[in-house]
């Protein structure tokens, strides 16, 4: 599985951007995408995932009612819509992909960067 993320940009405060993420190769096999996001200096965190099947998602305190993630599995891609953005959004934002429920994310994308401005 290959990941690659796409969509990164500058933003100011308050504003929204829309990540994407599409997959390719074998696809079939993933479970659940995620999103991460790394800060300069600082451990890389959790944001957001979807199920593949269901469409269930899980987000992180720091991001709910603000981010929305969704997905399209005809074009095998997942979107992460940050709205209300914060300069403490900023970092590079990771995707990756999980092969079963319990399994860790064992693929990730490149990543792209997000900086938002006060």
């Known amino acids: 599985v290959q990941l690659q993320a796409s969509g990164g940009g500058l933003v100011q405060a308050g504003g929204s951007l829309r990540v994407s993420c599409a997959a390719s190769?074998?696809?079939?096999?993933?479970?659940?995408m995620g999103w991460f996001r790394q800060s300069p200096g600082k451990e890389r965190l959790f944001v957001a995932h979807?199920?593949?099947?269901?469409?269930?998602?899980v987000y992180a305190d720091s991001v709910k009612g603000r981010f929305t993630i969704s997905r399209d599995n005809a074009k095998n891609t997942v979107y992460l819509q940050m709205n209300s953005l914060k300069p403490e959004d900023t970092a590079v934002y990771y995707c990756?992909?999980?092969?079963?429920?319990?399994?860790?994310?064992?693929?990730w994308g490149q990543g792209t960067l997000v900086t938002v401005s006060s």
């Open positions: 979807i199920s593949r099947s269901d469409g269930s998602t």
């Open positions: 190769g074998r696809t079939f096999s993933i479970y659940r």
């Open positions: 990756a992909a999980s092969l079963f429920a319990s399994g860790g994310y064992v693929y």
